[in-house]
């Protein structure tokens, strides 16, 4: 379990956090849900270290590694495929043949294995992401971050990266803290969704959702009642 508890945090005369507490369960699919500008990156930021909270305390992270997958993809452009994932492997395996099966495996997983020699700008805004995702995955993290990783792609190619998504997330058990401002996302991956709302922030709603990740499609009726409670929810808030 990842606990926060009590945490404050501000900037300047902003108090984003105020004793703003959240518990997140291990080896699952978080979601947390919210409108922009609410403080979902900043959650994230003080749970990663990536910025310090005023008080409160962050517990269940410890030195644990972690991963991100951003908004945008964040590729080394001098870099092919096979190489982009290889770069941030050397620091972690030094068996090349090793990190060559980790990243054949990891790219399968995201359907570009037959794309290892394309570079960057070579690929496609889906296929960019999906890559980030092989990387994010082939990181030997126990942990991973994702900051709205799929807002900038049309609903087709969000769809395709989805499932790329959830197929490589069922051969891993990492735990993922999911942030987007996206009903149909977070119903289509979350474990549970959490809904933040209100200045300072604060959870307005939580729900576990029991549907298989893999049983799922982005059109299901048996989701639509949660959709809508979703829905009432955040315009209610
Ligand atoms: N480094 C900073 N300095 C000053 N204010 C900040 C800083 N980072 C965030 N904020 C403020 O804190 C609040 C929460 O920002 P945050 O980026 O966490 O929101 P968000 O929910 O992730 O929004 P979005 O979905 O638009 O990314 C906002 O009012 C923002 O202006």
């Not at 941030?88 to 037959?114: F, G, H, M």
């Not at 496609?124 to 994702?146: H, V």
């Not at 474990?191 to 209100?198: E, M, P, R, S, T």
């Amino acid at each position: 379990m990842i606990s926060i508890s009590n945490l404050t945090k501000k900037f300047h005369n902003k108090t984003v956090f105020d004793n703003f507490s959240i518990d997140i369960e291990e080896n699952k699919i978080s979601c947390i849900l919210g409108a922009s500008g609410i403080g979902k990156s900043t959650l994230i930021k003080l749970l990663s270290g990536l910025d310090r909270h005023d008080s409160g305390e962050i517990e269940g992270m410890g030195n644990k590694e972690f991963s991100y997958i951003f908004q945008e993809p964040r590729l080394l452009p001098w870099l092919n495929v096979y190489d982009n994932v290889d770069f941030i492997l050397k620091a972690v395996y030094s068996d090349k043949d090793e990190r060559k099966r980790i990243i054949l495996e990891n790219l399968k997983l995201v359907d570009l294995e037959s794309s290892a020699n394309l570079f960057p700008d070579e690929l496609s805004g889906g296929m960019m992401q999906r890559l980030s995702i092989a990387r994010a995955f082939s990181y030997p993290a126990k942990i991973l971050f994702m900051d709205e990783p799929f807002s900038g792609l049309d609903i087709k190619l969000k769809m395709s990266v989805m499932d790329s998504f959830r197929k490589i997330w069922a051969q891993s058990s990492k735990t993922v803290v999911f942030i987007t401002h996206d009903i149909d996302e977070a119903v289509f991956l979350a474990d549970k969704i959490y809904v933040l709302a209100d200045s300072p922030a604060r959870i307005v709603y939580e729900k576990d959702i029991k549907i298989n990740i893999m049983k799922r499609s982005f059109n299901d009726d048996t989701t639509a009642p949660l959709k809508k409670e979703l829905l009432k929810v955040i315009s209610d808030n």
